[in-house]
């Protein structure tokens, strides 16, 4: 994955104190991601940093919406985001490790990239199911045609059906 330069905070010649930074992403930053699920998005992300000798501490905040595709109808819409993490940041390891909301960086790294980061957090913000807001909603003829496909397959269940298959709706409902 390419490094999205405006991601990246320069920690190394920063002393010791608390520091905030605002970053605006775009459709440009989803683009740059080889396998972003999002094509295009509107997000900000505000951080607030504390930094110590050996330890970053991160306050994450993401807000903005990203263009998703509605699980009912099809239709893409934008989807609005919202979200919080916290980052703890090791400065004094021996090797790179990566947990969860835990990064070992060793002693020779100059700067954090937050890229992948970032996108992970947005992708856990995003709901399981999409469906298009009220106002609009969905496209009323996708609707119309999913329900009159659903109203159609109750009249090909009354038909005659295999009698194996009824042979063990039987043993189903003697149970």
Not at 65 to 84: L, S
Not at 125 to 148: N, S
Request: aromatic residues 10%.
């Amino acid at each position: 994955m390419g490094k999205y330069n405006d991601l990246v905070i320069p920690f190394s010649g920063m002393k010791e104190g608390d520091y905030s930074f605002d970053f605006s992403l775009n459709d440009s930053f989803f683009e740059s991601l080889e396998f972003s699920q999002f094509g295009k998005g509107d997000i900000s992300v505000h951080i607030e940093m504390e930094r110590r000798q050996h330890m970053l501490t991160l306050d994450i905040k993401i807000e903005g919406r990203v263009m998703m595709q509605c699980d009912r109808c099809g239709n893409d819409y934008y989807q609005p985001i919202e979200t919080h993490r916290n980052m703890v940041v090791n400065l004094e390891a021996e090797v790179f490790e990566d947990e969860d909301d835990l990064i070992s960086l060793p002693a020779h790294y100059n700067d954090l990239d937050l890229t992948q980061y970032v996108y992970e957090y947005i992708v856990l913000a995003v709901p399981a199911r999409l469906v298009c807001p009220e106002v609009p909603g969905c496209d009323p003829d996708v609707i119309a045609k999913l329900e009159q496909l659903q109203s159609g397959n109750e009249e090909n269940s009354s038909e005659e059906t295999d009698p194996r298959w009824d042979a063990l709706k039987n043993l189903k409902h003697n149970n």
